[in-house]
């Protein structure tokens, strides 16, 4: 079941949209690249785990980078469907009101705002959210909706909710349609309905309507007042008429909406305030492996629950966590240190009950809680290759390594989760500010 937008009375504009299309190419050239290997159904898991966002992982600054390019990337063939449809369907009329450089502002900051809103949340959705990656342009295309409802109140749109495959139609204002589907996401996101990250959603809505406030539309709303002709939109013929609507939001979806509002900046400050003492369990690697000249790095998550939750994306590393990991060598005895620890025997790999050879020469160190924190020395071990679905085993590659517990992530609610909240409660603040105060000065029609 789903409810999507199939048409809107609307009318032509001076200004072009160039952007979106910009946006909606990059979006599915990026697809294609990360979904070729899955015959373009899903996108496979070495993109995902290389670009989605894995909120722990920014505790480690060479991982930021995934604040952008999770924007691009998305789960299945459907999710980019519905994704660049929404933008195309909403995102044309509010670049061509901003203007092509205020709308690319807009749309960034509200991916940006998506994900602080996910991080920040934390406390109420379960600690689970730090490992789990998200990804996609939801966020970015929410801050769009979110414009658009300030802009365009009182535009009419025809929705389609299809219940299993049949489909009941009904045309409403888009301040009703757009509110509706606001308040959906915020109540989803308390109730813990899903695997979808609903705040994520909450948060590029409401960065749009914050940024609204900043980027002050390009076109004047006396140029709307009056529709001169019939003309074709979209595959509508709309009737010119004149516009005897209030201006800016009604008095009750106004209300409807400040109210979603305080929900979201009570959750911010609710977070705050819990951020500090939430505890995860979890610690985060950095991962070294000497390969020839050269240094490869990359990073790695260890839950005590749960046993390693995130291995490191490039092969060396990889080879290396999965080794220790499989060796059952990331638990020890608790406060100790082994400066000359010895392992020579064969394991079982995760892959077809497969046992490699692995010899170990290295310093091993264990916390209070048992979880190895530091490991340094010289690997000497099997490597598994897969080619055309046989399996290829590489005899006793050596490898110079070091696997170092960066922080125990204890402290992940001061170091994350708190300041992404306080940002998160800075722009729902400027957001109440923007519908109650300006509402009436940014719309359109």
Known sequence: MGMIPVGEAGRPYPGKPRSIYFIIAANVLVYIITS???????????????????????LEPSQWYRLLTCMFL???????????YFLYIFGREVEST??????????????????????????????????????????AISGVLGAYLLLFPNRRV???????????CFTTLASYYLIFWFALQVVYGYARLGSVAFFAHAGGFVAGIASLGLFKPRIRPSYYMYMPSWYYNGGFFVEPHYLHVERGLG???????????AALLTGSMYSIIAGYSMETGLYLYNVNVKVGNDLVTDVAVYSIDKGIVFLPVEDEPRIVV???????????????????????DMIPTMFRGIKVHLYLNSIMKYDGNGVL???????????????????????????????EAKSVVENIGSSLIVPFAILSAIVTIMSIYVVYAKDKELVIE
């Open 158 to 168: 025809t929705i389609c909710w299809f219940m299993w495959i049949i489909p009941w």
């Open 322 to 344: 999965n080794r220790l990991n499989w060796a059952g060598l990331f638990r020890g005895p608790p406060n100790s240190e082994f400066n000359d620890f010895v392992f020579n």
């Open 98 to 139: 901003l203007g092509t450089g205020k709308f690319l502002a807009l749309y960034f900051i509200s991916g940006l705002a998506a994900s602080f809103f996910h991080i920040a949340f934390t406390p109420i959705t379960g600690i689970h959210t730090v490992i789990i990656p998200a990804l996609g342009a939801s966020g």
């Open 373 to 403: 924190v530091y490991s340094s020395g010289k690997m000497i071990t099997d490597v598994l290759e897969i080619r055309f679905s046989r399996v290829y085993i590489v005899r006793d590659r050596e490898f110079v390594y070091s696997v």
């Open 251 to 261: 008095s009750v979806t106004k209300s409807v909406l400040l109210i979603l509002l």
């Open 36 to 58: 070729y290997s899955n015959l373009f159904v899903t996108s496979s898991d070495y993109w995902i785990e290389r670009l989605a966002l894995t909120p722990v992982l920014l």
């Open 74 to 84: 998305h789960a299945d063939i459907f999710h980019i469907l519905f994704n660049m």
